[in-house]
């Protein structure tokens, strides 16, 4: 019987990374998740399957991120998913820059230790995916390390991939436009879905089946690139659109 791959996916208690977690458990992986403050409900994943492994960090203490990689020092994975992130609104004038430092710890520092870390031991055919976002490619008001860290992110990918090349291990950035979630029921995300090409937001599964598709060997010639799942919004100028509409 085919043994099944392994994967490691960050930040599976909710959202993006709970439905990354829920589409390869369906399919042939055996999954190591980590959560941050959310234990119970990552718990409830537990009920679905024998298959999942979940381990707590905070990857904002760069320590607990150290400890984390000890613990894995001994695994091999078919598969990183650098999903946990945060997001954090701030003014630049009046900036604090531990937002900044956070921002940059979770959602770039820690993909590029885990990446470090575990790709030597990856074997071939394997891959990393991380979770950037449309926000990677634009100004920001105020969200400026989010943006930044996300921008970086994308970068840090091509990288790797340069690096990861030629063991045959591919790596690919995803950015998610608007992705229904907890919280995201708001005037401004029912305009971003209004705005899209397809005119409504995405579901964390479609990101997951994005995942699950780049993880198998149908993407195996991709590698270095951010693929952009945002149902148009990225596609489409507001100016243009008005003036279409008048
Ligand atoms: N939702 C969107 O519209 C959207 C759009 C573009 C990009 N993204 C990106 O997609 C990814 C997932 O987003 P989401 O909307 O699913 O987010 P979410 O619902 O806020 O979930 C974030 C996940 O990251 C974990 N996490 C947060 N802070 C952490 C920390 N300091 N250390 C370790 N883990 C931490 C959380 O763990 P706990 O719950 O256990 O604390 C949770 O599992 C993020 O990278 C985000 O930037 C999302």
């Known amino acids: 019987m085919k043994s099944k791959k392994i994967a490691l996916i960050t930040g599976v208690s909710r959202g993006i990374g709970r439905a990354i977690a829920l589409q390869l458990l369906s399919e042939d992986f055996r999954v190591v998740g980590t959560y941050n403050s959310n234990r119970a409900e990552a718990q409830t994943l537990l009920e679905k399957t024998t298959d999942l492994e979940l381990l707590q960090c905070d990857f904002s203490k760069r320590s607990e991120t150290f400890s984390l990689l000890e613990k894995l020092s001994e695994r091999k994975f078919d598969l990183l998913v650098n999903n946990a992130g945060i997001f954090c609104t701030e003014n630049l004038d009046s ?25 030597p031991q990856m074997p071939a055919g394997s891959t990393i995916v991380n979770i950037s976002s449309t926000d990677s490619f634009t100004g920001s008001f105020n969200s400026i390390a989010y943006a930044a860290s996300k921008a970086a992110l994308n970068s840090l990918t091509k990288s790797l991939a340069n690096i990861g090349g030629k063991n045959n291990v591919r790596v690919v950035a995803i950015a998610p436009g608007w992705i229904n979630n907890t ?3 708001s005037p401004v995300s029912q305009e971003a879905a209004a705005l ?30 951010t693929i952009v799942a945002d149902g148009g919004y990225t596609n489409v100028d507001y100016i243009m659109k008005k003036e279409a509409e008048a």
């Open 95 to 119: 900036s604090d820059i531990d937002i900044w430092d956070k921002t940059i710890e979770v959602n770039l520092t820690a993909p590029m230790l885990l990446a470090k870390k575990l790709m």
């Open 183 to 185: 919280g995201m029921n």
């Open 196 to 225: 899209s090409s397809l005119g409504r937001n995405g579901e964390p599964a479609e990101i997951a089946e994005l995942v699950s598709f780049l993880a198998s060997s149908k993407a195996g010639f991709i590698t270095g690139t």
